[in-house]
């Protein structure tokens, strides 16, 4: 059985998902405690809850100590076997965060996988958007062989949520290695700029010429397509991914999100800031891409490496635990002004 202690390294929910990620494509019974020890609700919020319960469904996993609020819980999977699946989250939860701890389970299916997940948040605070993930997360794991796709039916936003996606997933038992270590030159850096019942106020256009100023006074001409959105008319928002796609494959993103008092200009010229950084030292993959890559480099065969900007806690926190569930190793080291991550 696996013995994880949630408060290590960042102390958050990427090691609760992650875990229970690993032990599934382990078949291995997992028991987890001080769950999101170190944030300031610590135990499972909604989204962890139906995160766990759904990782669950696809594996038949005998799940104790699932409910909101437990700081501890025991994880038994059993066959992955695949289908249609359902998630509910009844909040402003982030989705894109629920389908990130399932996709590398489905990877190890018998079957093909279609999830649907509704009433959930596709664009929240603290978690990449979905488009983040559709035009940056998945086309990466295009590279190693993964055959996914994220489909929107309803943009969903904090506070009330009502949001609704599906993945759908072909199973992979040998993902080829992700290995970039050359930036390349730019060929192309391109965005979507989606609101949600708000095209009265030019919100996505806004946010999108905001974008397209700042990167253009910097060097960049950047082509971004502008949503005016109607698929949620209980909860308005908005939100801007920008990517950059380089000669050698690698795809760098940046996203931003709509709140309460903050002018649709800042949040364009947000994520174009965000992205100059990534540009400017030319790393091969952005800081939020690098922890999501982790697992399945350490699940791919051969040698994975790539570079990138900084170290963040999440980038620690999957080091130390794939390390402890897995038998591979990490090597990190700085290289000039970038991070050399490699899985040999």
């Keep these: 059985m696996f013995e994880i202690d949630g408060s290590q390294k960042s102390g958050s929910g990427t090691i609760l998902r992650l875990s229970i990620a690993l032990a599934a494509i382990k078949g291995e019974p997992l028991h987890i405690t ?16 139906e995160g ?33 699946i359902e998630a509910l989250i009844e909040t402003a ?62 943009y969903g936003y904090y506070p009330k949520g009502m949001g609704e996606a599906t993945l759908t ?35 996505a256009e806004r946010q999108a010429k905001a974008a397209k100023t700042y990167l253009s006074q910097i060097g960049y001409d950047v082509d971004i397509q502008v949503v005016n959105d109607q698929s949620n008319p209980i909860q308005k928002g908005s939100s801007i991914v ?13 996203d931003a999100i709509g709140e309460l008092c903050k002018m649709s200009e800042a949040v364009g010229k947000e994520a174009a800031e965000k992205l100059a950084v990534e540009l400017a030292v030319e790393s091969t993959v952005d800081v939020h891409l690098a922890d999501m890559l982790l697992p399945y480099m350490a699940l791919s065969e051969g040698k994975s490496v790539f570079l990138t900007r900084t170290i963040s806690e999440h980038i620690e926190s999957n080091v130390w635990l794939i390390e402890k569930m897995l038998n591979v190793k990490f090597k990190i080291e700085k290289v000039n002004n970038l991070y050399r991550i490699e899985k040999s």
């Design 34 to 49: 001080n769950i999101r020890q170190n944030r300031p609700q610590p135990g499972l919020k909604p989204q962890h809850l």
């Design 52 to 84: 766990v319960l759904t990782a669950g469904r696809l594996c038949g996993a005998k799940v104790e100590g699932a409910k909101l609020g437990s700081r501890e819980l025991w994880f038994t999977p059993q066959t992955i076997k695949g289908g249609n």
């Design 93 to 154: 939860g982030s989705i894109p965060m629920l389908l990130q701890a399932v996709l590398p389970i489905c990877l190890f299916a018998e079957k093909p996988i279609r999830l649907h997940v509704a009433k959930g948040g596709t664009d929240t605070i603290h978690a990449p958007t979905i488009n983040y993930l559709r035009y940056i997360f998945i086309p990466a794991l295009r590279q190693m062989g993964v055959e996914a796709e994220i489909s929107v039916q309803k």
């Design 169 to 203: 997933v072909n199973p992979n038992l040998r993902l080829k290695p992700f290995a970039l270590e050359n930036f390349g030159k730019l060929t192309s850096v391109k965005g979507g700029s989606v609101c949600t019942f708000l095209a009265d106020k030019h919100v």
């Design 242 to 254: 920008l990517w950059a796609q380089t000669s050698t494959g690698a795809v760098l993103g940046a």
